[in-house]
């Protein structure tokens, strides 16, 4: 929304709305804190008409943000954040000065979804998209069973485990790193299959596969060992198939500083100690 009309004319705010840039924040403390810091700085255009949008928050909300726009809530515009959250990895850092010109230098960086289509036990299916990844996770204290395909050959026909999941070079540094999952470059043209708590093979450690291969994962007994398919952060409970494919036809532009983008990120994740 627009700076309150009834405010008094101040000459020192810069005037953003001519340059249709809008502005977004969380619902937390400290992003609404941040966004009226912002507001008594510069003028936004309206959020739904921008043509750049400033949003505030953790990189849940930067999900949250680009999951608006993939489900056609929200018009698909580049994004640049700055961290009011906790993590902020798909974030810059905050900073109050300077915002147009950090904006006008930012370094564009493109995020293909995945698309989850999962088919559950009584037969519905639900097609959902995921920025970061698609994950199965076993539902009880049973191990999940499932068989995984890659282009429609058999790869694993059991992998007993606590589940797997197919993530995104953007999503690889989040719960696909926690499950010992492989960095991917953004721009490498590569999927993660990594497994999490992997039984039997317990070597199998995971694979690298083109971003063009389409996956398919088979429960092998979802009655006594159900099994959950989670996009992102939604979840469809008792799935008997999933589907999961990158749509190269939608395309989301995240805008990062150059001295700080995620590239550059992630390349440095992959020599933490």
């Known amino acids: 929304m627009n700076a309150d009309a009834s405010q008094p004319e101040d000459k020192a705010v810069v005037d953003l709305s001519t340059r249709a840039i809008g502005l977004l924040s969380s619902h937390t403390d400290v992003a609404k804190a941040a966004e009226t810091m912002l507001r008594r700085r510069y003028r936004f255009a309206d959020a739904d008409e921008a043509e750049t949008l400033v949003a505030l928050g953790g990189d849940g909300f930067m999900l949250h943000t680009l999951h608006e726009m993939l489900d056609g809530g929200r018009r698909c515009v580049p994004v640049f954040g700055m961290n009011r959250g906790t ?8 900073r109050m000065d300077r915002l147009l010109e950090r904006i006008e230098k930012a370094k564009a960086i493109r ?4 698309e989850m289509r999962a088919t559950t036990v009584g037969g519905k299916t639900f097609t959902h998209a ?3 990844e698609v ?4 539902e009880t204290r049973q191990t999940a069973k499932i068989e995984v395909l890659v282009n429609g050959h058999v790869v694993l026909p059991e992998l007993v485990c606590d589940g ?9 540094t989040a719960y696909n790193l926690s ?3 492989p960095i991917i470059p953004l721009g490498a043209n590569l999927l993660a299959l990594t497994p999490i ?6 070597r199998w450690r995971g694979a690298l596969l083109p971003s063009q291969s389409r996956f398919a994962i088979h429960v092998l007994d979802p009655a006594k060992r159900p099994v ?7 979840e469809i409970r008792d799935v008997a198939s999933v589907e999961i494919w990158e749509d190269r036809k939608l395309s989301l532009k995240l805008l990062f500083d150059p001295e700080h983008n995620l590239e550059e990120r992630i390349l440095k994740e992959q020599f933490v100690p």
């Open 130 to 132: 995921a920025i970061n």
């Open 111 to 114: 995020v293909a979804p995945l």
């Open 135 to 138: 994950s199965l996770l076993r």
């Open 179 to 181: 499950a010992h999952g």
């Open 164 to 172: 797997v999941l197919v993530a995104t070079p953007a999503g690889s």
């Open 228 to 234: 959950s398919a989670v996009a992102d952060f939604t």
């Open 197 to 202: 708590s992997p039984f039997r093979p317990r």
């Open 87 to 94: 993590v902020g990895f798909l974030m810059n850092d905050w």
